[in-house]
Every structure is written in C-alpha cells, then in structure tokens.
C-alpha cells in the first residue's frame, strides 16, 4: 500500500502561497477585463450597426470554438513578440505572466459577452421605448436603465463564470508558469511526492470554488426568491 | 515582423521519416476524435444516472450524486487528470499498481484521459439532466403515480423520455466542450490534436502555420457537431415546446 508523507507541505506554504497570488491575480484582471470587453462586445453585438454586430459574432464565436489550451499557446507564441517590438524590451524577457493574463482576458470576455448579452435581452422591451420617450439617447438608456437591471440580474451568473475562471488559471501550467497549481507540482516533483501535493492542490481547489459558488448561490436566492 | 510562411511544411516528410508533418496532424486529429467520443459515451451514460439520482426521494441517494457533482464542478480539469494520471496507479494495490505502470505508456495516457473527461463531464451532464427533470410539470409525475406506476416506473415510461428530448440543446454545449477540453489532455503527452500542434512547432519551427492548422482542425470539429447536433435536435425536439414543431 501507498504510504503518504505530507511532510513536505508545510515547508512550502510560502512558495504555494506565491503561486495561489499568481492564481488569483490572473483571474481578477481576465474578470475585470472580461466584463468590460464582454460589455462592450454584448452591446456590438445587438447594435443595428451591421459591421458591429458582425465583429462582436465572429470574435464570439471563434474564441469559443478553440479550446482554451491553444489560446494560450497562441498568446504565448505571439503576445511576447509582439510587446518586445512594441516597447522595444530585451528578446527574452519574461512575459508569460503578461501573456496569460491577455490571454485570458479576451477568451474570458466572448463567454461573458454571451452572459450579459442575454442579462442585456432580459430587460423588457418597455424599458428601451421610456428612455426613448423620455429623450434619452442610447447611450444614456443603456448607461442608465438598461445596464443597471441587467447586471444586477447576471450578477450571479457572473461570479459563477469567475469560479470557473479561477479553476481555468490552472492551464497556465502549459507554459510553466508557477501558479498555485504549477507551484504544487513543482514542489511535488522535486521532492518526489506528487501524490500529496496533487491531492493538496485538488482539495484547496475543492474548498474554495465549492465555498464561492456556496456564496453565489445564497446571493441568488437573495436576489431572486423563489 | 519578417517571418517566412511556409505551407509546403505540411507535405514534407516527417522527422520519424515514414510520414509527412500532416499525416501527424491528422493522427492528432484521429486521436482528440476517439478521446472525445469514447469519454462522451461514457459521460452521457453516468451522468444520466447521476442526474436522476439527484431528483430521487430518497435523501442519501440524492446526497451522493450531491455531492459527486460538486466534487467534479469544483476541482480544475488540469488537476483531475493529474490525479488520475499520476496518484492513482500509485493508490492502488501494489500488484496491480505495478502490472498497469509497466502497460503501454499511450494505453495509460488515454485510459487516464478517457475516464478524467468522462467523470468531469458527467457531472455537467447530470446537471442538465437534472434540470430537464425538474422543468417538467409537476402533474406528469403525479398522473404517472395515479396510474398505478411505480415510481422507477414512472420515470421510465413518462418522465425520462420527456426529459430526455428536452436536454439534447443544452447537452451539445456540453459535447462542444468535451472536443475542447480534451485539448487539455496534451499535458500528460497524449498525443492528441493540440499536442501535435506543439510537437509540429518544435519539429519544422514554423508555429504559425503548424498553430493555425490545429485551430482551424478544431473549428471544424465544431462546425460539425454543431451541425450533426441541429439534426438530432430538429428530429427529438417536442411538439408544443419552443424550438418543437
């Protein structure tokens, strides 16, 4: 039988508590970015303006076609040269942090796009005409009728994509980057003692996204009783 | 940027010499495909099971699929098959533990990734089905009841096949995503469609065209099934229900 030695863990909280920052530093930009740009994109895509409208569908649509790994993998190929260009940096410095956290942003975005797209077509139609008879223009009514209700209806839908977002961070491991999951392998592999530390990794994982959408579903109740 | 395209790549032969650099592709094509299908059956299988479980009466029934799905919802895909991958040949009784590491290599890779995907997958399908269940009328089952059917009775011949027709659009995201997540698979060295995509890379140093190719290859795959998918929703689709005829 198996014998577990967990004797390694403790000595190297810090460096996983390092790799769990990276984790949560990926997860909060690729958020906060997505919803903007998911925003933004939502709004494209149910303009009449047909260019738009064909844009925010095409991007949509292609980002989530492709598995999230070749995404990646094209953002770690491409984002380092062409920021080296850009900003004219030494070839070779290390912008995987930087790659990873673009990344995920834009893939992140065409999947909240689709969330507020439809938080956006859940607000009666009603809504738009008052804000119209009022002499609002659009970007007053979405600024101030429409996109307050949306939200506050996508809200728990939003956070649930942030779990699986933060799940998601663990597939920086393609490109060696030391995120939590990347550090527990580390330590894992340079101690020969993958098994505990995978476990490890897998509980803390467990633990908090079934804390978080434990949260999110309270909140859902909150705001919407049955 | 000056970068040289170079298409003809595909066509020459391959650094193991008995193979052009697209037959790899199309070997990496072959195998995501069999990873996917093999893992979809199985998922669509448990999860079935999984998702009437979690509507039974009874509370530790429906506490295990409870927790079952929580416990694949709540763990990253990349981990599950790293335990699968590396800690349970490890867990398991030695002689049998041993007997499965001395296995061909490819053979462990796809049985780790077949059952990872498939028990990831599962637990969204059983969420689906779940909800089908409960977007049923409440009268179905109890007409069932009345009727003298037993309850397994009733959801044989009265709720699962109703439930089951009302799944199929939710459940093609979830096939979408089983082609996409086994791409996730290439971390172990299964050599499927996003691992040849590296390996190509690493082989003929043109990764634009080697990365363009592997993307378009799953465009396709997705095109397809979203395709195939919108026949057998239009053939199961329920009359009086939207999207019904």
């Not at chain 2, 971390?187 to 378009?216: H, M, N």
Request: proline share 5%; with cysteine.
């Amino acid at each position: 039988m198996y014998e577990f030695d967990w004797s390694s863990i403790p000595g190297a909280l810090p460096f996983l508590w390092e790799g769990m920052k990276i984790s949560l530093e990926i997860t909060l930009t690729a958020v906060i970015i997505g919803i903007v740009w998911g925003t933004l994109l939502a709004m494209m895509r149910l303009s009449s303006v047909k260019p738009l409208s064909l844009f925010a569908a095409g991007y949509v649509n292609l980002f989530r076609a492709v598995p999230l790994v070749m995404v990646l993998l094209w953002f770690f190929l491409i984002v380092p040269k062409f920021i080296e260009q850009l900003f004219g940096l030494q070839p070779g410095t290390d912008l995987r942090l930087t790659s990873a956290m673009i990344g995920f942003a834009l893939f992140e975005s065409a999947y909240y796009s689709e969330i507020i797209r439809a938080g956006i077509q859940s607000v009666p139609k009603g809504q738009m005409a008052a804000c119209s008879a009022l002499g609002m223009t659009y970007g007053q009514a979405m600024r101030l009728v429409i996109l307050p209700q949306a939200f506050r209806n996508m809200v728990p839908l939003l956070l649930t994509q942030a779990i699986i977002l933060f799940q998601d961070t663990s597939l920086v491991y393609v490109s060696a980057l030391a995120d939590f999951f990347g550090a527990a392998y580390k330590v894992g592999d340079r101690d020969g003692r993958l098994v505990e530390l995978l476990l490890f990794a897998g509980a803390v994982y467990f633990v908090i996204c079934f804390a978080a959408s434990t949260v999110v579903k309270r909140l859902q109740k909150k705001f919407h009783p049955a | 940027m000056n970068y040289q395209w170079h298409w003809g790549v595909f066509l020459q032969p391959s650094a193991s010499g008995d193979d052009t650099y697209l037959g790899w592709m199309l070997s990496g094509l072959k195998m995501t495909i069999a990873l996917s299908l093999s893992a979809w059956v199985l998922a669509l299988a448990l999860g079935a099971l999984v998702g009437v479980l979690r509507t039974a009466p009874n509370k530790w029934l429906s506490g295990l699929a409870t927790a079952y799905v929580e416990l694949f919802r709540n763990i990253p895909l990349l981990v599950q098959l790293f335990i699968w991958y590396f800690v349970l040949p490890e867990l398991l009784p030695e002689s049998i533990g041993n007997a499965y590491k001395q296995s061909n290599p490819m053979l462990q890779q796809f049985l780790a990734s077949m059952i990872c995907l498939a028990l990831f997958t599962s637990a969204r399908v059983a969420e689906q089905i779940r909800a089908g269940i409960n977007s049923l009328p409440k009268g179905q089952k109890n007409a069932g009841l009345a009727l003298g059917f037993t309850l397994p009775q009733t959801y044989r011949f009265v709720i699962l096949p109703m439930a089951f027709r009302l799944v199929v659009p939710p459940l093609t995201s979830e096939f979408l995503n089983i082609f996409k997540n086994s791409a996730v698979c290439s971390t172990i060295g299964l050599l499927e469609l996003a691992a040849q995509g590296r390996q190509l890379v690493d082989y003929t140093a043109q990764p634009y065209e080697s990365f363009i190719a592997v993307t378009v290859a799953y465009l396709l795959i997705n095109v397809t099934v979203m395709f195939l998918m919108r026949k057998v929703e239009h053939r199961v689709a329920v009359p009086g229900y939207l999207g019904g005829k």
